[in-house]
């Protein structure tokens, strides 16, 4: 088993026009912006894009949204400082939003990874993220019935990795790539790292290899981008 | 309106706050405003504090030179991770919330109904750009939520309400909210204030608010 690919593009093969796309982040901790680089070179179009942000300034999601791939992108937190390619794009009705609260997000992605068909959450009941959802009193607190949210491929950045796609983090650059690991036909983690296999303590492997198709090592180009 | 009375300074009102919340306590303080609670802790008691995107544990901004792109916040600004800290997914930090785990939330608000409803995430405004982030999770995700807030707009509008105007985030979730005027605290019997700002009457409160309001008991 060796899940280890040589490049980017290696990584990315068979991305195709109207794909759907986790990608892993939280404002810039844990973008995998080497992976998204990659995807904007590869060209592929009319994404859905699913993720917390749209990106900052040019770079990461924005830079996708600013060359006209995404058509679609359900996600939490859009707006931005400089986030002037999406603002751009959304107001001009070019691309949808699907605004998803930050923890039904996760929660959905979970869901999708976990085989849950969808669950009641009260997180939203009775605002207008919820209009014409059905909902539930379940020993009187209302709740919301939300559905799992699945992609074709899931784009995620952790610390070190193997070529059984075992993987572990760094501080809060974990955030989403564990669930959506889970939530994805193919999950590609870009790793600061790639260790020998029984290299990482099984005690302490956060997304186990299962969960991953490929991985591709990106060494941190500076210091700011470390981890 | 003339001031005859002397508010509270955000540092005053982020104290108050602070001195309410028990030693042991995990708290998670919204982006803005609440972010001062931190600074108001007393020595020698252990207040956890969480943020959504993955930490329990964290710490003050670092000293320049030492930021670490991977450890921030939830208003995506630098932090530390104290001793005894722990990392963590976002499903998990969400879990946390709203399987009632955390003991206060404390977060900033547009409107706050007498009946606990929260506005805080929209102003309603048709050309914003829409975003959520975590903030109904968080509305609903404490076993107590405080707000956090001055009484009134810049253009003088009481922001506590019968009823709020803007998009809601959460519905009668919110327990006491601290201002610059008062502590207004949400109970079934109605809105108790208390804790009034130096030189401002109960019956002066009422009426800059437009509101009935009970008396400490």
Redesign the interface.
């Known amino acids: 088993m060796n899940k280890i690919r040589s490049s980017l593009p290696d990584a990315l093969a068979g991305i195709t026009d109207g794909a759907t796309i986790m990608i892993g982040g ?5 973008t995998p912006f080497e992976l998204i680089d990659a995807l904007a070179e590869l060209g592929a179009t009319n994404l859905t894009i699913i993720s ?1 942000n749209a990106g900052t300034g040019e770079e990461g999601i924005a830079k996708l949204i600013k060359l006209g791939r995404v058509s679609r992108i359900v996600c ?4 931005q400082p400089n ?1 002037t390619a ?2 751009a794009r ?2 001009a009705g070019e691309l949808t ?1 699907d ?9 959905r ?2 869901a999708a990874g976990a085989g849950i068909g969808a669950f009641f ?9 919820a209009e014409g959802k059905e909902t539930r009193k379940i020993n009187g607190r ?1 709740y919301v019935l939300e559905y799992p949210i699945f992609a074709d491929y899931a784009l995620i950045k952790a610390r070190r990795g193997d070529a059984h796609g075992n993987l572990v ?11 959506m690991a889970t939530a994805a036909k193919c999950t590609i983690a870009q790793v600061a790292e790639v260790v020998p296999v029984g290299a990482i303590d099984p005690e302490i492997v ?1 997304t186990p290899g299962i969960f991953v198709k490929r991985v591709v090592e990106v060494r941190p180009h500076s210091a ?4 | 309106m003339s001031d005859t009375f002397q508010r509270l300074t955000r540092h005053e009102i982020a104290c108050r706050v602070a001195s309410d919340i028990p030693d042991g306590s995990y708290v998670n303080l919204g982006i803005g405003a609440p972010t001062e609670v931190a600074d108001c802790l007393p020595e020698g008691v252990t207040i956890i504090l969480h943020t959504e995107n993955g930490l329990l544990g964290m710490g003050p901004k670092p000293e320049p030179g030492k930021e670490d792109i991977d450890l921030m916040n939830a208003g995506k600004q630098y932090v530390t991770a104290l001793p005894g800290a722990a990392f963590f997914h976002h499903a998990d930090s969400f879990a946390m919330m709203r399987g009632g785990h955390l003991d206060y939330c404390v977060l900033g608000a547009y409107q706050v109904s007498t009946t606990g409803d929260i506005a805080n995430w929209s102003t309603g405004s048709k050309t914003a750009i829409p975003a959520v982030g975590g903030a109904m999770d968080l509305a609903i995700g404490a076993k107590s939520v405080f707000v956090m807030m001055d009484l009134f707009t810049k253009k003088g509008g009481c922001k506590l309400v019968e009823s709020c105007t803007m998009p809601l985030t959460g519905i009668a979730c919110v327990k006491r909210i601290y201002t610059d005027c008062a502590t207004f605290d949400i109970t079934p019997e109605g809105v108790v204030a208390s804790s009034l700002a130096p030189g401002l009457t109960h019956a002066a409160l009422e009426g800059l608010c437009g509101l009935t309001f009970r008396h400490p008991a």
Do not use: K, W
Not at chain 1, 169 to 177: I, K, P, V
Not at chain 1, 224 to 227: K, P, Y
């Open positions: 939280f404002g810039d901790a844990g917390n939490s937190f859009p707006r986030a999406f603002d959304y107001l939003l605004l998803v609260p930050q923890g039904n997000l996760a929660e992605i979970r959450t009260p997180t939203g009941f009775g605002t207008a993220l209302d983090y760094h501080e809060t650059a974990r955030n989403f790539g564990p669930v956060v700011a981008r470390e981890g």
